[in-house]
């Protein structure tokens, strides 16, 4: 049972656009969402995240939207650079279980000069 | 400040053998956890430590695998006989604390093969 979702699994973008990744999820009891970048052989490193009170968050070129009444939220790369071709993830914690990350399946993102 | 370091990077392995995974966490940090990614799919939580107690094994897949962290420093994940399905990245990620907006911080995996 996934309990966060994320789309699309892959994704090029060109060089300046805005690259958008989006997941969902369902245990309501979630109410930390971080999103995590990993580059070819490094681990995941933490991107920007989110706590459901608020609705969007911005780090630089890094923006992440929260739907709390949708159960979704995306992340959005505006100005894209092919320094940024990597996989994301998504991910969701609990209060009550704080050290378990419960990540989504991974975008890979390839942006073209 | 040296990251989280695993060892081995890689180990291709036959089904039935076995094999020790290392972790190295962040100096100082009390929290270390386990996870997985088989081809693919997502990443998976396996277990996490506080210090050299076990606070969550809710996600060992089975009794094949065993975690250990004596003295509260380095983890190591055997696995005891492997399977073909054990096959993928394991993780290792340290914390200094233990709360919810606490970043773990992540180790470069071991791609682990069984053949």
């Known amino acids: 049972q996934q309990q966060v979702k994320q789309s699309p699994q892959s994704l090029i973008v060109q060089k300046g656009g805005i690259s958008i990744i989006n997941c969902a999820y369902e245990?309501?009891?979630?109410?930390?969402f971080p999103w995590y970048q990993q580059f070819p052989g490094k681990g995941p490193a933490l991107l920007i995240a989110i706590r459901p009170d608020v609705s969007e968050k911005k780090e630089g070129r890094f923006t992440i939207s929260f739907n709390k009444s949708a159960k979704q939220f995306s992340l959005h790369i505006m100005d894209s650079q092919p320094g940024d071709s990597a996989t994301y993830f998504c991910a969701a914690l609990t209060s009550s279980n704080t050290g378990k990350l419960i990540f989504g399946q991974g975008t890979t993102l390839q942006v073209k000069p | 400040e040296a990251g989280v370091t695993q060892f081995p990077s890689h180990s291709v392995i036959e089904k039935g053998q076995t094999v020790t995974l290392r972790c190295d966490p962040i100096s100082g940090h009390d929290n270390l956890y386990w996870y997985r990614r088989v081809m693919g799919k997502e990443i998976k939580f396996l277990l996490h430590?506080?210090?050299?107690?076990?606070?969550?094994e809710s996600g060992m897949p089975n009794n094949r695998f065993l975690a250990e962290r004596t003295g509260g420093t380095y983890s190591t994940l055997k696995v005891q006989p492997a399977e073909l399905e054990d096959s993928g990245v394991y993780f290792c990620a340290s914390s200094q604390e233990w709360h919810l907006q606490e970043t773990q911080y992540f180790g470069p995996g071991t791609r682990l093969l069984v053949l």
């Open positions: 245990n309501t009891a979630f109410d930390y």
């Open positions: 430590f506080v210090k050299e107690s076990k606070q969550d």
